[in-house]
């Protein structure tokens, strides 16, 4: 997955080529990575420090699997937005929260910035109240979104 320069139509135009991150397309090739020790404990159900990543890998698994082209947007080197993709034919912004603190800055600075017409934010939380523009969902539901 690329970074993108700016935000704009078409996206494609504005990847850098040079600069990416890499996903597995098995999320359990990811964690085989892992000594054992760390897999022993993953497999007790204890994430630890790895959560963020097995959630983003399961994130970029999903909309690989539904064709979706992924870009992530680092503005600076405080923020991040994990992924940028089209719904439709809107520039969308998708945020990934391994647990129930859905807080980002960067994020709602995005939202506001780029003028979203809809932002999807998945946790480990339930379904929550959108703000008209942030859809509050479970990871669970990301491949339904497409």
Same mark, same amino acid.
């Given at each position: 997955?690329?970074?993108?320069?700016?935000i +704009?139509?078409p996206?494609?135009?504005?990847e850098?080529?040079? =600069?990416?991150k &890499? #996903?597995?397309f098995?999320?359990?090739?990811?964690?085989?990575?892992? @000594?054992?020790? &760390?897999?022993?404990? =993953?497999?007790?159900? +204890?994430?630890?420090? %790895?959560k963020?990543?097995? #959630?983003?890998?399961?994130a970029?698994?999903?909309m690989?699997? @539904?064709?979706k082209a992924m870009?992530?947007f680092? !503005? @600076?080197t405080?923020?991040?937005? +994990? %992924?940028v993709?089209?719904c439709? $034919?809107? =520039?969308? !912004? =998708?945020?990934?929260?391994?647990?129930? @603190? $859905?807080?980002?800055?960067?994020? +709602?600075?995005f &939202?506001?910035?780029y003028?979203?017409?809809?932002?999807y934010?998945f946790?480990?939380?339930?379904?929550?109240?959108s703000?008209?523009?942030i859809?509050?969902? !479970?990871?669970?539901?990301? !491949?339904?979104?497409?």
């Open positions: 997955m690329h970074r993108l320069k700016c +704009d139509f996206l494609e135009a504005y850098q080529l040079s =600069i990416f &890499v #996903y597995m098995d999320t359990g090739l990811l964690i085989s990575l892992f @000594n054992e020790a &760390v897999i022993a404990k =993953i497999h007790t159900g +204890d994430l630890g420090i %790895f963020g990543a097995i #959630y983003e890998n399961m970029a698994q999903i690989y699997a @539904n064709h870009y992530y680092e !503005p @600076n405080s923020s991040e937005i +994990d %992924f993709t089209y439709g $034919t809107e =520039i969308t !912004p =998708i945020e990934i929260k391994s647990g129930v @603190n $859905t807080r980002s800055k960067s994020f +709602d600075i &939202v506001i910035q003028h979203s017409k809809i932002a934010r946790s480990e939380k339930n379904i929550g109240e703000d008209g523009v859809r509050y969902l !479970p990871i669970y539901l990301l !491949p339904f979104i497409f």
